[in-house]
């Protein structure tokens, strides 16, 4: 079979955020999908593609999901959390975990990010559970919403991993399980323990931009074999006996194809290769840049080794002459693509009244961040395009 070749990002005249690498045996297995008729939920791609996520992070378990979202509702399910509880959860990050607590009629609690790793901030977790909530016979009250805390949801964000030792020891001192939400993570790792399981589960997203697609999909990840048992009951529609339609539990369609899981495995072949190339582009960026006054580069938290999965710079207008709305619109001009970092969750319409610690921070990296391309298949003359813009751009 003959593919046709893509032309090289520059040819197409627009350097992209960050797209996917398609360059391995994709074609084959999903041909393989195709040609035995095994392209539903059932598929020995399925299987295989857990094997190689969970043997990759070194968990016991891995179950397939259809995205990284509904992992994260399962896993809120698994850890019994319910309507009117409350889970401390990061608030810079994409809205799919604060939006996980909500189909599971709880209620986020957002703590600020820190400034150098756009990562939770551990500090002021500490002073929140410090000062607002009280230990009870019935588990941790907050004490402004009298709701009871049940669970950490730490989401690592941009590559690099929060301060998860730090998380897991606030965990033990408060009996809260944690679920880390490691969607743009996978890859990176604490003294050699990847992100997504130090917790009680883990949860990947394999969507678009991630460092390995399946074009949509998701992982649950967990050394516990109940949880793991329980997590493909209940992502598979809760089948007590699947000849007798035997439905003992609600349950949910949220299982991840063959055909798309037949991707993941392909693109699992090559993850130390990308993440190699994302750490390259990220020392090219930081050698280049940060000479420039007003750009402060991404660097390496001194906690974690990072994949550096989507490279953020934080742009001082006073010092380099525009802000990361105008520099945006310039790189536009050139048909460079870059994006700003999410709203804080605690400004969105939907989440705005929950409970949260001062988050001045999020609100100035929001402001300050723009994210620049960082494709897998980012070729050396793109990124030197794009430096010398930047570097073009500054004022003199
Ligand atoms: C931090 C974070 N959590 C969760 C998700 C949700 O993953 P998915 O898009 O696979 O549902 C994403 C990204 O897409 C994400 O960036």
């Known amino acids: 079979m003959k593919r046709k070749v893509e032309p090289g990002i520059a040819e197409k005249g ?31 791609f399925v299987d295989k593609f857990e094997k190689m996520v969970a043997d990759f992070v070194k968990v016991r378990y891995a179950v397939a999901c259809v995205n990284g979202t509904a992992a994260l509702h399962i896993s809120l399910l698994l850890l019994g959390i319910h309507r009117d509880d409350e889970v401390i959860t990061s608030d810079l990050t994409f809205v799919a975990p604060a939006n996980a607590i909500r189909y599971v009629g709880a209620h986020p609690v957002f703590i600020d990010a820190d400034y150098n790793t756009f990562q939770l901030d551990v500090d002021k977790l500490n002073y929140f559970l410090k000062t607002r909530t009280k230990k009870t016979a019935k588990g941790l009250m907050n004490k402004d919403t009298k709701r009871y805390i049940k669970a950490i949801l730490p989401v690592h964000i941009l590559g690099h991993c929060c301060d998860i030792e730090s998380i897991m020891e606030i965990s033990r001192n408060y009996g809260l399980p944690v679920i880390e939400d490691a969607t743009e993570a996978l890859g990176a790792s604490v003294k050699g323990k990847f992100a997504g399981t130090f917790g009680k589960l883990g949860v990947f997203s394999f969507n678009g931009n991630k460092i390995i697609t399946t074009g949509g999909g998701g992982m649950i990840v967990t050394d516990d074999p109940v949880l793991a048992k329980k997590a493909k009951y209940l992502t598979t ?28 495995c392909a693109q699992m072949e ?21 000479e420039i006054p007003g750009i402060g580069v991404m660097t390496k938290p001194y906690y974690c080794e990072t994949t550096f999965w989507l490279y953020t710079i934080k742009i001082e207008e006073k010092e380099y002459g525009l802000n990361r709305v105008n520099l945006m619109k310039e790189l536009q ?11 804080p969750m605690h400004l969105l319409k939907p989440h705005k009244n929950s409970p949260k610690t001062v988050c001045d921070v999020a609100e100035k990296l929001k402001k300050r961040c723009l994210c620049l391309p960082c494709s897998v298949k980012l070729a050396q003359k793109e990124q030197d395009f794009v430096i010398e813009k930047i570097t073009s751009l500054q004022k003199v």
């Open 237 to 264: 529609q809760a089948k007590d006996d699947s000849v007798e339609f035997i439905h003992n539990e609600i349950g949910y369609n949220y299982r991840l194809p063959n055909l798309l899981s037949a991707m993941g």
């Open 270 to 290: 090559k993850i130390d290769a990308y993440i190699e190339k994302k750490r390259e582009i990220a020392k090219m960026y930081n050698e280049k840049l940060s």
């Open 333 to 343: 001009k050139h048909k460079i693509e870059t994006r700003p970092l999410w709203q």
């Open 14 to 44: 627009f350097i992209p955020l960050c797209v996917p690498h398609l360059s391995g045996n994709e074609w084959k297995y999903i041909k393989e999908c195709l040609d035995t008729n095994w392209v539903s939920s059932a598929g020995p």
